[in-house]
């Protein structure tokens, strides 16, 4: 008798952002689940589960997929959906890419428990960190799995994640070198931005306009050795196989100070001190400081609180990569990469605070120094694949990125659609990024529209969205036509404000009514004809 042996089933399609073996494993869980029903049965699409499970999280169901909404309202949207879903509401729903995932795929890896990590949504900081460690205890062993304990000595060589391909994920960066940085400001101007551009020549990564570049920055020397000194500790006291000066300058956040070192320094104190640190490690702001305690900050307030260097690093949160736009084309740029980087820094009770990896970047790193990157692909965020098609594009401040990008990447391709850029800062003088290169793309006929907004130029401010409402009947012309539209920047104000501009276009020169003007912005995010890179 010939015996019909059943090939194995393959429920999570090779697309998800799994492993061979954490498919097979995930597999393996659903088969469990479904039992018989099984046989025959397809690959989960997104958004899917089996019909015994919850459902997953899905980026094309979810209400609450919206940066600019807070996290309040996006978990009171999803109160009575599936663990994943509201795990995923947890997330800051930029789609950034900066954890690895995108906000969906890194819900449904926690829920799964192929993803241990709760703290690598860069962009949701404190407020998503704090909401997955309540849902991860609510849904208990059901849910995501909680990251495990650290025991004595394990503050360095932790096992590391799977690695992927080299230079394509934050696990398995790639050493570049660090080129040169040019300054874009002109005197006068209020901010620090710079032009960045890192070699590629010696590394496995290709990319394509609309990508990101991730990279590994260090804490600035001077942060890291007051904070040692605050510690009373040596800064070549070695814990594991490095020092502990080595592992603050590029291993651990000195950022925000994080909930497990106020829980440590509340251990170290007492009395009113005590209820301050549990205070602030449950997330209140007992003396309206929260906001402005980094970890410096934090010793500062609990001045008799001094834990074991050892014990101190177990308490802090790991130093994330930093996601920035690529500025520039492939076809364009050869083996090369550019990025537009703002240098944060700003003072707060006589100390002066730094951006990381804005002053990594912007004043740090010497030319030909290495510097460890990896490409994040985009998510939804490209120019056509019709070169015909018109590409209107939105990019104040830094926002501009990867629009210089497109416009490089369409002079080099000789796209024969339109192109149409609005960008704004604060004064003309000084802020007018990229400005002989732009103006020399529309003396080329590549850049057909420029339409600028300067907020500190005149008695009135003016934004971009401003120029968008101006142009109202030509916008309308263009979208009419087919354009593609593109935002970039801000995800709490200006993108949002940007889409009521689109609204207004919408009905003033549409006549469309209140509600056909929000669908006709739906109607173009889901076509795929606006698409934004916002953070």
């Known amino acids: 008798m010939t015996q019909h042996v059943t090939p194995p089933l393959v429920l999570i399609p090779e697309s998800a952002p799994f492993s061979a073996d954490q498919r097979s494993w995930l597999s393996g869980y659903f088969a469990a689940l479904l039992g018989p029903a099984v046989e025959g049965a397809t690959a989960l699409a997104p958004g899917e589960a089996p019909a015994t499970g919850p459902r997953l999280a899905d980026n094309d169901d979810a209400p609450w997929h919206d940066p600019s909404m807070p996290i309040t309202d996006r978990m009171d949207l999803a109160k009575d959906k599936s663990e994943p879903q509201k795990l995923m509401a947890a997330m800051a729903q930029q789609d950034c890419g900066q954890c690895g995932y995108n906000c969906a795929d890194y819900a449904n890896a926690i829920f799964l428990k192929s993803e241990?990590?709760?703290?690598?949504c860069q962009p949701g900081g404190k407020e998503t960190m704090r909401m997955l460690k309540k849902l991860d205890e609510e849904f208990g062993s059901a849910g995501g799995a909680a990251?495990?304990?650290?025991?004595?000595?394990?503050?360095?060589?932790?096992?590391?994640?799977?690695?992927?391909?080299?230079?394509?994920?934050?696990?398995?960066?790639?050493?570049?070198?660090?080129?040169?940085?040019?300054?874009?400001?002109?005197?006068?101007?209020?901010?620090?931005?710079?032009?960045?551009?890192?070699?590629?020549?010696?590394?496995?990564?290709?990319?394509?306009?609309?990508?990101?570049?991730?990279?590994?920055?260090?804490?600035?020397?001077?942060?890291?050795?007051?904070?040692?000194?605050?510690?009373?500790?040596?800064?070549?006291?070695?814990?594991?196989?490095?020092?502990?000066?080595?592992?603050?300058?590029?291993?651990?956040?000195?950022?925000?100070?994080?909930?497990?070192?106020?829980?440590?320094?509340?251990?170290?104190?007492?009395?009113?001190?005590?209820?301050?640190?549990?205070a602030l490690a449950a997330g209140e702001d007992p003396d309206g400081d929260a906001a402005y305690l980094d970890v410096l900050g934090a010793l500062h307030k609990f001045p008799g609180a001094r834990p074991d260097?050892?014990?101190?690093?177990?308490?802090?949160?790991?130093?994330?990569?930093?996601?920035?736009?690529?500025?520039?084309?492939?076809?364009?740029?050869?083996?090369?990469?550019?990025?537009?980087?703002?240098?944060?820094?700003?003072?707060?009770?006589?100390?002066?605070?730094?951006?990381?990896?804005?002053?990594?970047?912007?004043?740090?790193?010497?030319?030909?120094?290495?510097?460890?990157?990896?490409?994040?692909?985009?998510?939804?965020?490209?120019?056509?694949?019709?070169?015909?098609?018109?590409?209107?594009?939105?990019g104040p401040g830094t926002g501009i990125a990867p629009f210089r990008a497109f416009l490089r990447e369409r002079a080099a391709t000789q796209a024969p659609g339109r192109n149409w850029l609005f960008y704004g800062h604060q004064r003309q003088a000084s802020d007018f990024f990229y400005k002989d290169e732009l103006n020399g793309l529309k003396d080329d006929k590549v850049l057909t529209r420029l339409s600028l907004a300067w907020s500190r130029d005149g008695a009135e401010k003016t934004y971009v969205q401003d120029r968008m409402r101006e142009n109202g009947a030509e916008l309308w012309k263009w979208l009419e036509g087919g354009a593609h539209f593109y935002v970039c920047g801000d995800a709490k104000r200006m993108a949002k404000d940007v889409e009521r501009a689109i609204i207004d276009v919408a009905a003033s020169h549409g006549g469309k009514n209140p509600d056909e003007a929000v669908a006709y912005l739906a109607a173009l995010k889901k076509a795929g004809r606006y698409q934004a890179d916002v953070y």
């Open 309 to 394: 260097a050892e014990v101190f690093l177990e308490a802090l949160d790991e130093l994330q990569p930093r996601l920035y736009s690529i500025s520039s084309s492939p076809k364009m740029d050869t083996g090369r990469v550019s990025l537009t980087v703002d240098a944060v820094r700003y003072n707060h009770r006589s100390r002066l605070r730094l951006g990381v990896a804005s002053t990594h970047l912007g004043e740090r790193l010497s030319e030909q120094t290495k510097v460890k990157i990896y490409l994040q692909k985009a998510h939804g965020f490209a120019l056509p694949e019709d070169l015909s098609k018109d590409v209107i594009m939105c």
């Open 147 to 278: 990251p495990a304990a650290k025991g004595a000595g394990e503050a360095s060589d932790k096992k590391e994640p799977e690695l992927g391909p080299l230079g394509y994920c934050r696990e398995n960066p790639v050493e570049a070198t660090f080129l040169s940085r040019t300054r874009l400001n002109a005197p006068g101007g209020e901010k620090e931005t710079w032009h960045i551009e890192i070699d590629l020549k010696d590394t496995p990564i290709e990319y394509v306009v609309g990508d990101s570049l991730g990279l590994f920055p260090a804490n600035a020397p001077a942060l890291v050795d007051a904070v040692i000194a605050e510690l009373g500790a040596r800064p070549e006291r070695k814990i594991g196989s490095k020092t502990l000066r080595d592992r603050l300058l590029t291993e651990y956040a000195l950022g925000a100070a994080p909930d497990n070192l106020y829980q440590l320094l509340s251990l170290l104190t007492s009395g009113e001190q005590r209820k301050k640190a549990q």
């Open 116 to 120: 241990e990590r709760l703290n690598l």
